[in-house]
């Protein structure tokens, strides 16, 4: 089916493509003027896409550019390193980093083990949330802990619900849970299209997973 500018002229087409976006910005600008709330957000990255955590971590270097105080729990990355890790330690004054998981569920192989490292970061996080000096909070694989139950869900909503007013906090990880998107303010789910670690046999890689 033939589009509308198909059988415009040059001039025809540009005339035509600046009133649509003379419309759309009139309608942007509109919705903008509308919008002018501001308040501490609750964010979710879910899903079984790659880039959840690095976009999460991409919040938190634009939060410490605009002079945040930041904290960030990371519920599985233990003593692994990785290059986010490298370079928030140059910012000691206002980045608090705890990576206090033991690894990936299937490495430790310890349920009662996986509970108290779960329990001990979850208090990390906790304390950090109610504290008003952060401005942001990361909790990096969250998601993970919640799915196997490590830790209740509704000690988590409900310290979500209470915190303060201002303050981001950013929960990742797979398989968010549906009562944990409901009380979300933005919730963004990244789907699995191509991955080079099962198509390809390519290992994790510096700069690209950690």
């Known amino acids: ?32 003027a509308a919008n002018q709330g501001e308040k501490g957000l609750v964010i979710i990255h879910t899903g079984k896409g790659k880039g959840k955590s690095t976009a999460a971590f ?3 270097f634009r939060g410490i550019a605009h002079g945040f105080r930041v ?32 690894g990936f569920t299937w490495e430790t192989q310890d349920r009662q083990r996986d509970l108290a490292a779960a ?6 996080a906790k304390a950090m949330i109610m504290d008003e000096s952060y401005k942001m909070v990361l909790l990096d694989e ?13 000690e988590i909503i409900e310290t979500l619900k209470t915190k303060p007013a201002d303050t981001h906090v ?3 990880g797979r398989n ?3 009562e944990l998107i409901e009380i979300a303010d933005l919730v963004t789910e990244m789907t699995l299209v191509k991955h080079p670690f099962r198509e390809q046999g390519i290992k ?7």
């Open 176 to 178: 968010a849970k549906d």
């Open 58 to 60: 991409g919040m938190v």
């Open 142 to 154: 969250l998601n993970i802990c919640l799915r196997y139950d490590y830790l209740p869900l509704g």
């Open 204 to 210: 994790a890689q510096a700069g690209i997973e950690f």
């Open 1 to 32: 089916m033939a589009k509308k500018t198909d059988t415009m002229t040059d001039a025809e087409r540009d005339a035509y493509h600046a009133e649509k976006m003379r419309k759309k910005k009139a309608a942007r600008d509109k919705l903008v």
């Open 170 to 172: 950013i929960i990742t």
């Open 71 to 102: 904290g960030i729990v990371q519920f599985v990355k233990g003593k692994w390193g990785t290059g986010e890790r490298d370079i928030l330690e140059h910012f000691p004054d206002q980045v608090t980093i705890k990576a206090m998981g033991e």
């Open 119 to 124: 329990r001990q970061a979850w208090d990390a």
